[in-house]
C-alpha cells in the first residue's frame, strides 16, 4: 500500500481567499487524484493529477477555480480559489498504483466563512 | 440512473451479528471491485480489493462479485463496534474509479 500525507488536515478560511493542500505519497505512483467529499455524500472526483501536463478536469470542476500541479510522481497540489461558503468540503487526495488500488490521504477539512 | 448504487443505511447492529453490504451497478464493463472503509473525519481505507467473480476472505471480511447479476457484497463477520464506519464500494474501468454512496454502519456494543 501507498502512505499518503496531506497538509493541512484543516483550516477554515474567508470568503474570497485562496487555500493550497498539499499531498505527498511515500512512493512514486502512476496515478494521483483530488475528491470532494460533502457531508453525508459519497465521493465526487474533481481531477487527475497528471504528472509533468495540465490536469485532467471532470465536468463541473475548471483550472481556474481548482488549479493543480504535479512536478513529480510524489507529489501533488489542489489550490481552491475565491472561496465561497459552498467550498467547504473535505478534500481527499488519492494515488493509483498500476495494479488499479486506489488509497487515499487522511483528507482536509475546509471550512469557508 | 447511477452507475453504483449503494443503500446509504444507517445500518445498526448488534457485536458479534453479521453484516451484509450491497451494491448494484450498471456497467458490465466494470473491471476491478473495491471496498473502502472510512471512519469519522478519516479518509477512505481500501478494505478489499478483487477483480473477478466469486468469494474473496481476508479475515473476518469476505468480498463477494457475481458479475452475471451486477452485484457486489461485503460481509462481516463477528461485527466488532471497531467495525463502525461508513464503507464504501468502488470499481473501476480503465482509469475510472466510480463510488457509491456509502453505507453507514453502527456496531452496538
Known amino acids: 500500500s501507498a502512505v499518503i500525507s496531506q497538509k493541512p488536515s484543516r483550516d477554515i478560511c474567508q470568503r474570497g481567499t485562496s487555500l493550497t493542500i498539499q499531498c505527498q505519497v511515500d512512493s512514486q505512483v502512476t496515478m494521483m487524484f483530488w475528491y470532494r467529499q460533502q457531508p453525508g455524500q459519497s465521493l465526487t472526483l474533481i481531477a487527475t493529477a497528471n504528472q509533468g501536463s495540465e490536469a485532467t478536469y471532470e465536468s463541473g470542476f475548471v483550472i481556474d477555480k481548482f488549479p493543480i500541479s504535479r512536478p513529480n510522481l510524489t507529489f501533488s497540489t489542489l489550490t481552491v480559489s475565491n472561496m465561497s461558503p459552498e467550498d467547504s468540503s473535505i478534500y481527499l487526495c488519492?494515488?493509483?498504483?498500476?495494479?488499479?488500488?486506489?488509497?487515499f490521504g487522511p483528507g482536509t477539512r475546509l471550512t469557508v466563512l | 440512473q447511477k452507475e453504483v448504487e449503494q443503500d446509504p443505511g444507517p445500518l445498526s447492529v448488534p457485536e458479534g451479528a453479521i453484516v451484509s453490504l450491497n451494491c448494484t451497478y450498471s456497467?458490465?464493463?466494470?473491471?476491478?471491485f473495491m471496498w473502502y472503509r472510512q471512519y469519522s473525519r478519516k479518509g477512505p481505507e481500501l478494505l478489499m480489493y478483487?477483480?473477478?467473480?466469486g468469494n474473496k476472505e481476508d479475515g473476518r471480511f469476505t468480498a463477494q462479485v457475481d458479475k452475471s447479476s451486477k452485484y457486489i457484497s461485503l460481509f462481516i463477520r463477528d461485527s466488532q463496534p471497531s467495525d463502525s464506519a461508513t464503507y464504501l464500494c468502488?470499481?473501476?474501468?480503465?482509469?475510472?474509479?466510480?463510488f457509491g454512496t456509502g453505507t453507514s454502519l453502527t456496531v452496538i456494543p
Open positions: 456497467n458490465s464493463a466494470f473491471q476491478y
Open positions: 488519492s494515488a493509483d498504483r498500476d495494479l488499479g488500488e486506489q488509497f
Open positions: 478483487t477483480y473477478s467473480s
Open positions: 468502488a470499481m473501476t474501468l480503465g482509469n475510472q474509479f466510480y
